[in-house]
């Protein structure tokens, strides 16, 4: 087992292959996103909403609320935050990233009106909803929830990733993206192109931010009115009577916590079956693909092509993580990937090395594999990757029937926050991971103050290998030359009969390569 | 068949053009029997971590036409420093050992050119583990073992070689570089051993070095006058 090139390319090329029949098509009725297949996305005119604890992280960190009853409480918002969006609003949940909805409504279709004050008044509802929530389980002051959301409104491209029943929904397309870029740390904020579609009865309500941005604020009995006036049925109350059922169905207890002693089995994780690990948590976001996406656009085979490379890339990057380095892909967040490496038995340091090395192999797949899988050598996509280490607890959240996975630590959300901050071909890591790595791969990674970690530019998985085996250089003939030697599979790969040179190979010598200099 | 060599040269420079095509296609043998010229080139491939093989060009060049001599090996196109830390001269010629260490014995055996391959893929993949360490400022940049440059690397082989003896016995061993001994005599280092099974190849490859290197035999007496004063 491991990554190698040729496996890589081969997998890619595959699924390169695999996509070529890709037919897009336009919704025009109310659709069950769970049957959207690889091969036909569908393009979706509607309003993207996130919807974040924004102190999540934060209360995590302070340790005063233990982790299992965190889980507890997001598996509680989570249940009501879905209950929100698509029983009182007609909505549709994507999937909870950690402690953030993502959501979206397209629905009346053609009254895109209708579909922007829905991702408002829902994003606003899950907003009051809070304050019930904290009340219920007694979060108060430094602990007490707060609830941000950001909103944008245009067409994506609705898929499919994965493979088998390793399959996420995902949407691709700008307004995917700029919602998740307009979230700030309070308040509902949307962009101008929700701002335009409102009805004229959100404008006491709104105030400009920037001359892209809105906020919008609104009493929860307001926005219950402005629902009820579009036939929604949302009540605060209601959300309260629900949260208390909610507390007593989940209490305090009902998550179950047990140490890693053997490979996580994504389909028996549950909140009574959670897993507590040491690992370092990854995510990989393809650098610019949302602009790429955008400039296909132009043309009818463009977002066809789109598409393909970005199933080619992220089916690759996901079997890299899970088949290549026995990783936990956690989950696809539109174009990046969040996993966990991580051993049920090894010490910290051996996790560490790893972890980087798999970063290594994911720039390698992203800047080199798929240009050479699917022939699209323009523009270039790398993959900006951060990684922290720490002890993640691994559990499942939210609705019945569709619950997310998620991995909830420290360690989580520093890496998520290093991967914003990278550029395209870069890994950062948090200073926890850092302190894990040899002296050599230190050397690798200096401090960057701009991206608060410590960065290595196009680290790729020849370059780590290659100063891997630098540093294991002992003298001895067995670490410092066979490895130059090209194995009986490369030699296979390249068309050359390998007898005479893994003949060669076995009579090394074993007195140590020690060249001179006459000067 | 090239005109004017022995039976034997010719069955080896056969094989070794045999193997060539079986095991490095990139690389070709060119015999100048005229000119009394051999030497192989081309493109040699090098297994990088990832499965890959990346090819470099590569002139090997033997001093005339006896396939059996350890040949050089050249980067006639730059593709690495020509700087001393790389062992890499400015003629570009790969410094893969001291010029007394030379694997000539097994060079001689059938597999020779294959092994002496290796040996050039092994110093390929030093040079790109140096790029690397140097690219990211690990140091030191050359990452396994070396020998001093120029004398220094003379000194270090000699004392590795001599670390045993004592200043008598370093000097009666000194004393018989030039000697012709009769088969099965005692080695002067006093070991008591056949002089065949203990310092024979030492003075032989000392003989070489003193040929090699001007100043060697001025450096190995400093070296016996060194250890008397300890």
Redesign the interface.
């Known amino acids: 087992m491991g990554?190698?090139?040729?496996s890589s390319l081969e997998r890619a090329q595959t699924r390169w292959e695999q996509t070529s029949e890709i037919t897009i098509t336009d919704v025009k009725r109310k659709i069950d996103f769970d049957q959207i297949s690889r091969l036909h996305p569908r393009r979706v005119v509607g309003s993207h909403f996130y919807v974040d604890v924004a102190n999540f992280n934060k209360v995590l960190r302070s340790g005063n609320v233990q982790d299992d009853e965190m889980v507890r409480l997001l598996h509680v918002f989570a249940r009501e935050a879905s209950q929100i969006t698509e029983s009182d609003f007609d909505g549709q949940k994507v999937h909870f990233q950690g402690p953030r909805l993502h959501a979206l409504s397209y629905r009346p279709i053609d009254d895109e009106s209708a579909m922007a004050a829905k991702a408002v008044l829902t994003s606003l509802a899950i907003r009051h909803m809070v304050a019930p929530f904290n009340e219920q389980f007694g979060l108060e002051e430094d602990v007490a929830w707060i609830v941000a959301a950001g909103i944008d409104h245009g067409s994506t491209l609705a898929t499919r990733n994965g493979a088998g029943g390793d399959q996420e929904l995902l949407f691709l397309g700008n307004a995917a993206n700029r919602a998740a870029h307009v979230l700030s740390k309070t308040g509902v904020r949307m962009t101008a192109a929700v701002r335009e579609l409102l009805p004229e009865s959100f404008d006491p309500y709104l105030s400009e931010v920037s001359s892209d941005e809105y906020c919008v604020n609104m009493s929860a009995s307001t926005a219950e009115s402005m629902a009820d006036l579009f036939g929604w049925s949302w009540a605060l109350a209601t959300s309260k009577d629900r949260l208390a059922d909610l507390a007593d169905k989940y209490n305090a207890g009902c998550v179950k916590v047990s140490d890693v002693k053997e490979n996580i089995d994504k389909s028996s994780v549950s909140l009574s079956n959670t897993k507590r690990a040491f690992g370092v948590s990854l995510f990989a976001d393809v650098d610019g693909f949302t602009d790429y996406i955008e400039g296909l656009t132009t043309s009818d085979e463009g977002p066809v092509e789109g598409v393909r490379v970005f199933h080619t890339l992220r089916g690759e990057l996901r079997d890299s993580v899970v088949q290549d380095f026995d990783g936990l892909r956690i989950q696809y967040q539109g174009d990046r990937i969040q996993a966990l490496a991580y051993r049920p038995v090894g010490d910290h340091e051996a996790i560490a090395l790893k972890a980087v090395e798999l970063a290594s192999a994911l720039i390698?797949v992203a800047e080199e594999v798929l240009p050479e899988a699917t022939g699209v050598a323009e523009p270039p996509l790398p993959v900006a990757i951060g990684l922290a280490a720490g002890e993640v607890l691994v559990t499942k959240v939210g609705q019945h029937g569709s619950p997310d996975l998620m991995s909830i630590g420290g360690s989580t959300a520093t890496a998520a926050a290093i991967e914003g901050r990278l550029k395209g071909g870069e890994i950062g890591l948090d200073s926890e991971l850092y302190s894990l790595l040899p002296d050599?791969l230190q050397?690798?990674f200096p401090w960057s103050g701009s991206a608060k970690a410590y960065v290595?530019a196009g680290l790729n998985?020849?370059?780590?290998?290659?100063?891997?085996?630098?540093?294991s250089?002992d003298?001895s003939?067995s670490s410092?030359?066979?490895?130059?030697?090209?194995?009986a599979?490369?030699?296979a790969?390249?068309g050359?009969?390998?007898?005479?040179?893994l003949?060669?190979?076995d009579?090394?010598?074993t007195t140590?390569?020690?060249?001179?200099?006459?000067? | 068949m090239v005109a004017g060599l022995t039976a034997t040269a010719a069955a080896r420079w056969e094989r070794d053009r045999t193997?060539l095509a079986?095991?490095?296609?990139g690389l070709t043998l060119r015999i100048d029997s005229q000119s009394e010229r051999a030497r192989i080139e081309g493109q040699i491939?090098?297994?990088?971590?990832?499965?890959?093989?990346d090819a470099f060009d590569v002139v090997i060049k033997y001093s005339g036409l006896d396939p059996l001599e350890v040949p050089d090996c050249y980067d006639e196109v730059g593709r690495f420093s020509r700087i001393?830390?790389r062992?890499v001269?400015s003629d570009g010629r790969?410094?893969?050992?001291?010029?007394w260490l030379a694997?000539a014995r097994?060079f001689r055996?059938a597999?020779g050119l294959?092994?002496y391959?290796?040996?050039v893929?092994?110093?390929?993949?030093?040079q790109?583990?140096?790029e690397?360490?140097e690219?990211?400022?690990?140091e030191p940049f050359w990452?396994?073992?070396?020998?001093?440059?120029?004398d220094d690397?003379f000194r270090e082989w000699f004392r590795e070689e001599t670390r045993t003896l004592s200043a008598v016995c370093l000097g009666n061993v000194l004393r018989d570089v030039n000697r012709n001994g009769k088969a099965g005599r005692r080695c002067p280092c006093g070991s008591g051993k056949r002089f065949s099974n203990c310092h024979k190849q030492f003075l032989r490859d000392l003989r070489v070095a003193w040929a090699v290197i001007p100043t060697a035999r001025a450096i190995s007496y400093a070296e016996l006058e060194a250890r008397r004063a300890a």
């Open positions: 990554w190698n090139y040729a390698t050599w050397a690798v290595a998985f020849d370059e780590f290998g290659t100063l891997s085996e630098s540093a250089t003298g003939a410092v030359g066979k490895a130059a030697l090209l194995t599979g490369g030699l790969a390249a050359v009969g390998a007898a005479a040179y003949k060669a190979r009579r090394m010598p140590p390569a020690r060249p001179w200099s006459r000067d | 193997l079986e095991v490095e296609p491939r090098v297994a990088r971590p990832s499965g890959r093989a001393a830390n062992h001269e790969f410094c893969m050992w001291l010029p694997p097994e055996t597999d294959a092994i391959l290796a040996r893929q092994q110093f390929i993949d030093l790109l583990q140096y690397a360490r690219r990211r400022g690990i990452p396994g073992p070396q020998w001093g440059h120029g690397g």
